[in-house]
């Protein structure tokens, strides 16, 4: 088979990028049955990222295997502000961390004194600890997967929780609501009830003047901003148009 009728069957299927699409997929298969192999999947739905077992983001190549959240590009922004705010040497947590994408971005671009990240997905925890070799990676839910060992030391707190309201998931691409798994993108009634428990918790475990990022909608910023005032940080909105992304961040007192 080859590229252009890859383009065809990739655009036939509602493909967006279906040349860029078709390149990689090219370029990943060993033979001709393994490339008609990978685009026969692909039109049934099945997510590039899973296809290719790596996603591109904030410039790295992140191992991504089935059942795994693939990073969304505009979370980098998130990577960015994290950056941005951070202190040297910081000590950093990634929790709901999935493939560990956010850490390992972080660290490429200001490598930290301690690197945590957790997860409540095994599968998640077993991806992440392939991109993040040299971090510590726990498995739990939020807080309860930390070492007390970390309480009131951490600098940066990334995570990219789970935003989308219960009922606005049926809506969501297929490939993202058939294959990734429904706790990495039900965020409860108004799609943030995990983020509510992070901001609970947040003020435990940061350190002076340490500071909470999650990102959000654009619509849910305002109220997630009220929740960490509430929590006992101080709210700051920042967004990012050309990527469509918003992030929320809480800063303890130093």
Known sequence: MDTPTVVSRLRAAGCVFAEDEADLLVAAATTPAELDALVERRVAGLPLEHLL??????GLRVTVRPGVFVPRHRTGFLVDVAVSLAPPDPVVLDLCCGSGALGAAFAATLPPR?????????????CARLNLP???VHQGDLYDALPSSLRGRV????????????????TMPPEARLHEPLV???????????????????????????????????????????????????????????????????????
């Open 134 to 136: 040299s971090a510590a």
């Open 114 to 126: 301690e690197l945590h990240a957790a997860d409540v997905e095994p599968a998640a925890v077993e």
């Open 53 to 58: 077992g790596w996603a591109e983001f904030h």
């Open 184 to 254: 990495a993108l039900d965020g409860g009634a108004d799609g943030l009830d995990l983020a509510r428990r992070l901001a609970a918790g947040a003020p435990e475990w940061l350190a002076r003047g340490g500071t909470l990022l999650i990102e959000s909608s654009e619509r849910q910023a305002p109220v997630l901003a009220e929740t960490l005032a509430a929590a006992g940080l101080s709210p700051r909105v920042h967004s990012c148009d050309e990527r469509g992304a918003t992030v929320v961040t809480g800063t303890a007192k130093s």
């Open 155 to 170: 600098d940066v707190l990334l995570a990219n929780v789970p935003y989308v309201p219960s009922d606005a998931v049926a």
